[in-house]
């Protein structure tokens, strides 16, 4: 499954030899930057591209990650090459899933430090849960209805909730507003240790 345990790898899939970053600059629709105009992405769109390409970019405009545009409710757009590119527009390596990217880079920003990952988007805690770096602690915290009508604990759950009632396991805490939603979750799945009420 996309965006789950496999993708934990620390470090995107090397190359056995780089090779320049493919130049798509013909294709090149958009161009962002941020407030003090630093380069942040420039987009590239085409019949002959399967779909929009975006280039991240450092502050110097050298490209560090190549990712296809995806929906992320939508996993059958989410990648599966995602392309780590060099100071020198080398292709360094790839990363095999979004969910590989995101765990990289949180990582990268905890290094050994105990730290704490807030997550309060369905979408992206498709791709960050779990996370097997025993100094990075999740907490989740759901802010919607994850029921449809009538509301009940045994209502239908729409794909993205189903994806993440599968998460909950991988996550420290999982935290809801309200005690009905919480005994909701424990009656679909079985009361956890992981499972607190804040309220809004």
Do not use: C
């Not at 420039?42 to 390409?53: E, F, G, N, Q, W």
């Not at 975006?54 to 296809?68: E, F, K, N, V």
């Amino acid at each position: 499954e996309a965006g789950g345990e496999d993708d934990d790898a620390v470090d995107p899939v090397q190359r056995p030899a780089p090779e320049p970053l493919a130049d798509l600059s013909a294709y090149k629709a958009a161009e962002e930057f941020y407030p003090d105009g630093t380069p942040f992405r420039v987009t590239y769109r085409s019949d002959a591209l399967a779909r929009p390409v975006h280039d991240y970019q450092r502050a110097d405009g050298s490209t560090y990650l190549r990712i296809p545009s995806f929906v992320f409710k939508e996993p059958s757009t989410w990648p599966t090459s995602l392309q780590r590119v060099a100071p020198d527009g080398t292709v360094a390596g790839e990363f095999r899933s979004v969910g590989q990217w995101f765990k990289r880079f949180v990582r990268h920003l905890a290094g050994e430090e105990r730290s704490f990952l807030f997550i309060d988007s369905r979408f992206s805690a498709q791709h960050l849960v779990p996370m097997k770096a025993r100094n990075i602690h999740i907490v989740y915290v759901l802010h919607n209805i994850h029921v449809a009508s009538p509301r009940l604990w045994s209502s239908d759950l729409g794909d993205i909730y189903n994806r993440l009632m599968g998460k909950i396991g991988g996550t420290d805490a999982f935290v809801t507003l309200t005690a009905r939603q919480q005994d909701d979750i424990a009656q679909r799945r079985g009361r956890t240790s992981n499972l607190f009420v804040v309220p809004n």
